[in-house]
């Protein structure tokens, strides 16, 4: 279990460092506590050649927010830190279940989201560039397809094409 306290003031701080003006920092949260319980997850790895994917289920986190609190808000915030333009974030913000996604370690180098369906369950598509290790040379993309269904959260990360991954994903029963 884990036991966020809310710190507004340095919230503003990295907004401001970034240049953020136009997001809007909810004053309500300010010494408040989140906490959020998650449970064991199952990770299997495949690859073949440069194709590479990893398949992660589990049951959804159980996420504790002090009473009033806009999960929206707070996504549309961590957005805009990701980079994306601001009525992007808010539209997109307001039409995800942040209940499944809110534990998502989004690597800071996404440069794209986007809705999408896994059989009939919304889900959420992030990409952004796969560089080489040593060089930090572009070579080409990974993509994390995030889900859920009955209970439970479903994720694949790959450097595979996001089409083979939709594959895969709704192959899943």
Same mark, same amino acid.
């Given at each position: 279990?884990a ?12 907004l401001?460092?970034?240049g953020?003006?136009?997001v809007?920092?909810?004053?309500? #949260?300010?010494?408040?506590?989140? /906490?959020? @319980?998650?449970?064991?997850?199952? *990770?299997t =790895?495949?690859?073949? &050649? ?7 289920q ?23 830190v ?14 995800v ?5 809110f #534990?998502?370690?989004?690597?800071? /180098?996404? @440069?794209?989201?986007?809705?999408? *369906?896994? =059989?009939?369950?919304? &889900? ?16 080409g ?6 889900w859920?269904?009955?209970g ?20 899943l029963?």
């Amino acid at each position: 279990m884990a036991r966020i306290t809310a710190d507004t003031a340095r919230l503003k701080q990295v907004l401001d460092a970034l240049g953020l003006s136009d997001v809007k920092v909810p004053e309500e #949260l300010d010494g408040e506590t989140a /906490m959020i @319980t998650v449970s064991p997850m199952v *990770l299997t =790895g495949y690859e073949q &050649g440069d194709r590479k994917a990893a398949f992660m289920q589990g049951p959804m986190p159980e996420v504790l927010m002090p009473a009033g609190v806009d999960l929206a808000q707070l996504g549309e915030i961590g957005l805009r830190v990701l980079g994306m333009p601001a009525d992007e974030a808010r539209t997109f913000a307001n039409s995800v279940d942040w209940r499944t996604t809110f #534990l998502v370690p989004v690597p800071p /180098m996404a @440069t794209r989201f986007r809705q999408t *369906l896994v =059989g009939s369950n919304r &889900g959420i598509v992030i990409e952004g560039p796969l560089r080489d290790s040593e060089t930090k040379v572009e070579k080409g993309n990974w993509n994390l397809l995030l889900w859920s269904q009955g209970g439970r959260v479903y994720g694949i990360r790959s450097t595979m094409r996001l089409s083979d991954v939709m594959v895969m994903a709704n192959s899943l029963q």
